[in-house]
C-alpha cells in the first residue's frame, strides 16, 4: 500500500514538472552572434524547433532568458543589410581619400577630331631646342578619311595617318617635290613629324608629341579664306627661278612681281613677273581640288627675256609652286589649256631686229606631270600667228526693267576673250559694277562709248568698280578673260536722277580710249594699252603711232 502512494506521489511530481516546461534534454550551449563584415551579408539564425537533434542543430532557446544577440519577436522591419556588393561595383560608402580632389580642368574628355588644316607656330627639336620655321610656313592638312598633306613654300609631301586616344597617332608622308635651298630645314621637319606618336587638342590648336624625346610640334588652325589657287594668290606666291639673285633661287613674288639688282654695283635689275596668261584644271589625278599653270617671264638684265611654265598644286588653301619648264625665249604664248591631264601650251616665237614684236613661228607643247616637274609628251610646229586690228566684238545691249535700279548678267567668257555689254545711264546717276568668277581671273573695264572717258581701265586688274557718271550716254562695261574658259556674273546697279542731281564736274582729259589701226590683215587677239600722258598730250598720240609702225614693220 505504501509502495502505491509512493508511485502516486511520482506521477503527481512528474505532472507538476512538465506543466512547468520542465525537460529531460540538457540545455544546449548558446551559439555567438555572427559577425558582419563591409563586404558579406550576417547569418540568419534559423527559427527554433522542438525535434531534438544533435548538437550540431539549431539551439531551442530558454524561455526563462533570451540569449543577448537574439532578434525582437515583434512583427517589425529588421534592420536587414543589403545584397551582397560586387567588389567589381562602386562600394556602398566609398572611402575617404587622402589625396585633395583633383581639379576640373584636369579631368580628362574624349578626345576631338583632329582633321582640319592646321599651321605650324613652333617646333622643338630633337634635343629640346625650338626650331626655325621656314619662310612661308608650314601647313598640315588632315582628312577625315586618314589622307595627310604637308606643304611649304619649297616642298610637297603626301601620305596618311592613323590616330586613336590610346594608341596615339602614326604618319607615313613621302614628300613630292622637294626644290628648297641648300641648308633648308624643311625635309628636317617633314622627317621629324613622322617620328612623332602622340598627340593631344588643347583649346585652339593641335599638339604632336614624342615618347622618345622632347620632339613636338604645335599648330593652330588655319580659317579657309577662299579658293588657294584664285589669280590674286598666285601673283603673290614664292617660285623657283633659275639664277635667281639671292643664292637660293626663289623668288617671292608681289602683286605679279619681283625685282632685285644683279649685283650690289650693278645698274640692271633681275626681274620676275606673272605672265597674265594661265589656266586652272586637273593635271595631278586628284579631283579634290583643280591645279593651275602660269607662265614667268624672267628678265635677267641683258635685255633678252625667257619664259618659263610652271605647274602649281591646290595644297588644301596653300598653293605651292613646282619646277619650271623652259618654253624659250622671246617669245609670246598664245594659249594654255589643261585637258585629259595634259597642259597644252601654244607659243610664238618672235624675230628679232626690227620686227622683234611680231611672231616668226609657232609651236605646240603638251606636258604631263611627273613627280614634281613637266616631261614632254609632244611638240609640233605651228604657222607663225598674224597681227591684226581688234576686230569689233559683238556688244550686248543690256537695260534695267521698269521701276528697276539694278541687273544681274550670267555667262561663260573664253581663254584670253572679251565680252563687252552696253547700257544707257544719266549723267550724275551712280553706277555700280561686280564681276566674280571662280578664280578672280577676269578683269573689268568701264568706258563711255561717245566720250570714250575710262572710268574702270583693264590695266588696274579690277573686278568691281562705283562711281558718279559724268555725261549721259551709252556706257561700254567690257569683260577681259586672261585665264581659262570661266563661268561669270556680272551684276550692274545705277542709282539716282541724273536730271535732279547737281551738276558734274567736267572729268580731267586724262585718260581716254583710243585704238590703234595697224596695216594687214587683222587677228583675234585683243591688246590693251593703257598709255597715260607723258609732258603733254600730244606724246601719247606719238607713242601709239611708233607702237603701231614698229609692229607694222
Known amino acids: 500500500m505504501r509502495n502505491q502512494k509512493l508511485i502516486a506521489l511520482l506521477v503527481m511530481a512528474a505532472l507538476m514538472l512538465a506543466s512547468c516546461g520542465g525537460n ?49 519577436t515583434q512583427d517589425v522591419a529588421v534592420a536587414q543589410p543589403e545584397a551582397p556588393v560586387s567588389p567589381l561595383e562602386a562600394p556602398v560608402e566609398a572611402p575617404v581619400s587622402p589625396l585633395p580632389t583633383p581639379d576640373a580642368s584636369s579631368v580628362l574628355t574624349p578626345p576631338q577630331p583632329i582633321a582640319g588644316l592646321w599651321q605650324l607656330v613652333a617646333f622643338t627639336d630633337t634635343a629640346g ?3 626655325a620655321i621656314p619662310p612661308g610656313g608650314l601647313r598640315l592638312q588632315l582628312s577625315s578619311t586618314g589622307e595627310v598633306g604637308v606643304a611649304t613654300a619649297c616642298e610637297r609631301a603626301r601620305g596618311s595617318y592613323l590616330s586613336s586616344p590610346l594608341n596615339g597617332v602614326a604618319f607615313t608622308i613621302d614628300p613630292i617635290g622637294n626644290r628648297c635651298a641648300p641648308g633648308s630645314n624643311v625635309e628636317t621637319l617633314i622627317t621629324s613629324l613622322v617620328s612623332t606618336n602622340g598627340y593631344r587638342v588643347p583649346p585652339g590648336g593641335l599638339v604632336f608629341t614624342s615618347n622618345a624625346g622632347p620632339l613636338q610640334y604645335d599648330f593652330v588652325p588655319v580659317i579657309p ?38 649685283s650690289p654695283d650693278a645698274t640692271t635689275e633681275f626681274v620676275v613677273s606673272l605672265a597674265p596668261v594661265h ?38 588653301m596653300f598653293p605651292v609652286a613646282l619646277q619650271p619648264t623652259l618654253l624659250g625665249q622671246n617669245l609670246t604664248v598664245r594659249n594654255i589649256s589643261i585637258a585629259d591631264g595634259k597642259i597644252v601650251v601654244e607659243t610664238d616665237a618672235l624675230g628679232a631686229g626690227p620686227g622683234a614684236c611680231c611672231p616668226q613661228a609657232g609651236r605646240r607643247q603638251t606636258f604631263t606631270l611627273a613627280g614634281d616637274r613637266l ?59 561686280t564681276l566674280q568668277t571662280p578664280n578672280d581671273d577676269v578683269w573689268l573695264s568701264i568706258f563711255g562709248e561717245n566720250d570714250r572717258f575710262v572710268l574702270n581701265s583693264i590695266n588696274a586688274a579690277s573686278r568691281t568698280w562705283s562711281g558718279p557718271l559724268p555725261a549721259t550716254q551709252d556706257y561700254i562695261i567690257n569683260l577681259a578673260a586672261v585665264g581659262s574658259t570661266t563661268p561669270y556674273t556680272l551684276a550692274l546697279e545705277i542709282t539716282g536722277d541724273g536730271a535732279a542731281m547737281a551738276q558734274m564736274p567736267a572729268p580731267a582729259p586724262n585718260t581716254r580710249l583710243g585704238e590703234i589701226q595697224l596695216p594687214g590683215a587683222t587677228t583675234d587677239k585683243v591688246i590693251y594699252l593703257t598709255v597715260q600722258n607723258g609732258p603733254n598730250a600730244a606724246s601719247t598720240t606719238a607713242v601709239l603711232g611708233a607702237l603701231a609702225q614698229r609692229c607694222a614693220g
Open 225 to 262: 579664306m577662299g579658293d588657294a589657287l584664285s589669280w590674286p594668290r598666285l601673283q603673290s606666291l614664292t617660285y623657283f627661278v633659275p639664277d635667281a639673285p639671292g643664292g637660293n633661287n626663289q623668288v617671292a613674288l608681289v602683286n605679279g612681281e619681283f625685282r632685285a639688282k644683279t
Open 279 to 316: 589656266a586652272f584644271g586637273e593635271f595631278d589625278n586628284d579631283p579634290s581640288a583643280a591645279e593651275a599653270v602660269v607662265v614667268l617671264v624672267v628678265e635677267p638684265g641683258d635685255g633678252s627675256s625667257s619664259y618659263y611654265l610652271v605647274p602649281v598644286f591646290n595644297a588644301g
Open 129 to 131: 631646342m625650338p626650331g
Open 24 to 72: 529531460d534534454e540538457p540545455t544546449p550551449t548558446p551559439v555567438p552572434p555572427p559577425t558582419f563584415t563591409p563586404t558579406t551579408a550576417p547569418t540568419i539564425t534559423p527559427a527554433p524547433t522542438a525535434t531534438p537533434e544533435p548538437p550540431t542543430a539549431a539551439p531551442t532557446l530558454a524561455p526563462t532568458e533570451p540569449p543577448p544577440a537574439a532578434a525582437p
Open 375 to 433: 616631261t614632254t609628251a609632244g611638240d609640233e610646229a605651228l604657222p607663225a600667228a598674224t597681227i591684226r586690228t581688234r576686230r569689233n566684238r559683238l556688244v550686248q545691249d543690256v537695260a534695267m526693267a521698269p521701276g528697276a535700279t539694278s541687273l544681274v548678267v550670267n555667262g561663260e567668257i573664253n581663254f584670253n576673250d572679251t565680252q563687252p555689254f552696253r547700257i544707257r545711264a544719266a549723267a550724275g546717276q551712280i553706277m555700280t559694277a
